[in-house]
């Protein structure tokens, strides 16, 4: 589950077998302080895995060098179980921008990706999921996402951060078939699931759909969720929530409910190579 | 190096005009949603600002917190990929906003609440307790230079800033407020993982701020005098060993 200040004492406290928890490392980049010691203590009894947000992998510029050594430093400290980052860009010519903006799916972006992944890759030691974004404008692409992912995999040996509801968000905002881009992006490199709630947006309603991590994973998420797993085996899954926060155990239902998915797929001969 | 594209996608969410961004865009119109993007990120300086900032937001509502938020955004946008300390000169602006201009004392206020996001932040370490002090042989303790915690801040306004900060933010109340020029001193700081707060006399602010400045105790205690005829240093030197204000152990 996604990790929220508010629910850093029942996280410490809980037992459930198998749980994870998953932070922004940008919200620990404090240089001390009660955070960062909650952090600790949950780390001593769960796998904590660290999901960036600010580094612009997807951008034009070069990778800020100071956010990516507090990143070795975090990363460091706490040894987390996985790291992930997204397709997608938040900074421009030192002005940040607190969003995962879309990168132009072009050979040039594909290029500077690939370059920014590989360093990311040999600062921190190990390999980095990337993640799939959510996307609301059609934009004119050269390269279809899954195959700017499957390339980006094949040149760097990243690894993918599939988040289903991004899938489910993006196809229905840009009228592409979800099920298509499941069959296109390469299932072996899935090292890490995310399922989300999403809402219609206020102004267009339907027509356009916001990841805004602030609701329950809806039907279709679960059931492209089904599909992704008997593609891609069992794999880690993060429940992320980060509006509208409920309490611990509603969270708790949902990760149970993904946890009957994974455990069913267990039972199945591993669907992939 | 930026591109077209970038540039123009940065200049549409800092101004809303998408013409440029049409040439990358597949649908005539779809330019519209990149409020979506818009929102978000300016949604996500302002509730950063508002949570850095409460007694603000309580002092003047969410309403003009939001439109001073959002002007803020535009003349300091974020310049490190996190928003945890987000909004170090809001204060100033707050000193210089036309829209606030009738409560001169907001911007101290908001520089209480600042001080609150910095001590809550600062690293740690281990404070010079009591017991270390007492094994320190007396003779050496005039030329003893503890320094502070990093987690400590103090504070001078020429209004009741502290006071103003503590009742919309620590403990809330509706009271009428007084806002009597003055000149008063506060100090913030962290112990156990919780940021304290309390109101100083003239004399143990210039003892601290000595200290602060790397003056030996002796030092500081003549800083205190000096500020205040009544200052009493050996009970200002036993409250910063019991708030955990000096930097320990001894070496």
């Known amino acids: 589950m996604s990790l929220k200040p508010e629910h850093y004492r029942s996280a410490l406290d809980a037992r459930a077998d198998g749980l994870w928890f998953e932070v922004h490392p940008e919200n620990y980049m404090g240089d001390g302080g009660p955070r960062l010691a909650w952090l600790d203590a949950i780390r001593a009894n769960h796998p904590v895995s660290f999901h960036g947000v600010g580094l612009s992998l997807g951008g034009p510029d070069p990778l800020d060098r100071d956010h990516l050594d507090r990143w070795k430093r975090l990363a460091g400290r706490f040894e987390p179980a996985r790291v992930s980052e997204h397709l997608a860009w938040s900074s421009l010519g030192g002005r940040y921008f607190n969003d995962l903006l879309p990168t132009p799916m072009t050979q040039t972006a594909l290029d500077r990706f690939c370059e920014h992944v590989d360093e990311m890759q040999s600062a921190l030691q190990r390999q980095v999921l990337v993640e799939n974004p959510s996307r609301y404008l059609p934009m004119r692409d050269d390269i279809p996402e899954p195959e700017f992912l499957a390339e980006t995999v094949r040149r760097t040996g990243c690894g993918l951060l599939l988040d289903i509801n991004n899938i489910h968000v993006s196809a229905h905002n840009l009228g592409f078939d979800a099920r298509a881009y499941l069959d296109a992006v390469p299932a072996g490199a899935v090292g890490e699931i995310h399922l989300a709630g999403h809402d219609s947006d206020a102004g267009l309603g339907e027509a356009l759909l916001i990841d805004t991590h602030g609701r329950p994973v809806s039907e279709s998420v679960w059931s492209l969720y089904e599909a992704a797993i008997r593609r891609t085996g069992p794999q880690p899954t993060l429940i992320e929530r980060d509006t509208d926060i409920p309490a611990f155990e509603t969270l708790l239902q949902e990760r149970a409910r993904a946890q009957l998915i994974l455990d069913a797929a267990r039972s199945r001969e591993p669907a992939h190579a | ?251």
Not at chain 2, 143 to 159: D, I, M
């Open chain 2, 1 to 251: 190096m930026p591109d077209d594209f970038h540039t123009a996608f940065a200049d549409a969410l800092r101004t809303g005009r998408t013409d440029p961004l049409q040439p990358y865009l597949a649908e005539a119109g779809a330019a519209g949603r990149l409020s979506v993007y818009r929102n978000n990120v300016v949604r996500g300086a302002i509730e950063a600002l508002r949570a850095a900032f409460p007694a603000i937001d309580r002092l003047i509502g969410s309403r003009l917190f939001d439109a001073l938020a959002r002007a803020y955004w535009h003349t300091h946008p974020p310049e490190r990929p996190t928003l945890i300390l987000y909004g170090d000169a809001f204060a100033d602006y707050l000193a210089g906003a036309e829209p606030v201009a009738g409560l001169p004392w907001l911007a101290d206020v908001a520089r209480h609440d600042r001080a609150w996001l910095e001590a809550h932040h600062a690293p740690g370490g281990r404070p010079l307790g009591a017991a270390d002090a007492a094994g320190l042989a007396p003779e050496t303790l005039p030329a003893l230079v503890p320094g502070l915690q990093p987690s400590v801040r103090l504070l001078t306004s020429p209004w009741p800033a502290y006071d103003i900060w503590h009742r919309n933010r620590v403990e809330p109340d509706d009271a009428p407020m007084r806002a009597d020029p003055g000149q008063y001193f506060s100090l913030l700081w962290r112990k156990d993982g919780t940021v304290c707060s309390r109101m100083l006399h003239a004399g143990e602010h210039a003892f601290l701020d000595a200290l602060g400045g790397g003056a030996p105790l002796e030092t500081a205690a003549q800083a205190g005098l000096a500020a205040e005829p009544g200052f009493d240093p050996a009970a200002a030197f036993a409250a910063a060993l019991n708030d955990s204000l000096l930097k320990g152990p001894l070496t």
